[in-house]
């Protein structure tokens, strides 16, 4: 994990602010060579939105790199890197968390463990269906600060 984390540091070293950063791999392979797709949160505003999640993003780009997959087990690490490159908490919020239930729900796409960073600078593993039936999921604060459009 300390490679891949390390990558995402030496990748990352120009963004502006504190970023989150969203990484697919096929379940149980954490390779940084062998990622599905890699992805950092976007501020742009359209249909009401203003920020693009990492891990929403991700997802994204997964299933569009992964069409023609017939069933796709998936592991995601998030990190939020502030800007000395120190690990900041990164559990995924309950819109990406519905999101990511959602894509599930609808696709071919198996979500087996969320790994994600904390404050004290540790990843953390969880699986996926304890994550989204927990009380630990809260809602971004991108979201409670927005406008009401």
Request: hydrophobic share 35%; charged share 25%.
């Amino acid at each position: 994990m300390d490679v891949i984390i390390d990558e995402l540091k030496n990748k990352c070293h120009n963004r502006l602010g504190r970023n989150h950063f969203a990484v697919i791999f096929r379940h149980k392979k954490l390779r940084w060579n062998e990622k599905l797709a890699f992805t950092m949160n976007m501020a742009v505003q359209r249909c009401g939105k203003w920020t693009i999640h990492a891990e929403e993003a991700a997802l994204k780009k997964c299933m569009d790199n992964n069409k023609k997959a017939k069933s796709l087990k998936i592991d995601i690490l998030v990190v939020r890197l502030s800007k000395d490159n120190t690990l900041g908490q990164s559990l995924p919020c309950t819109n990406c968390v519905n999101f990511m239930s959602k894509i599930q729900s609808t696709h071919d796409i198996v979500i087996k463990n969320i790994y994600y960073s904390a404050c004290c600078g540790t990843i953390y593993k969880e699986k996926f269906c304890d994550i989204a039936n927990s009380d630990k999921i809260h809602p971004s604060t991108g979201f409670c600060r927005r406008p009401n459009v």
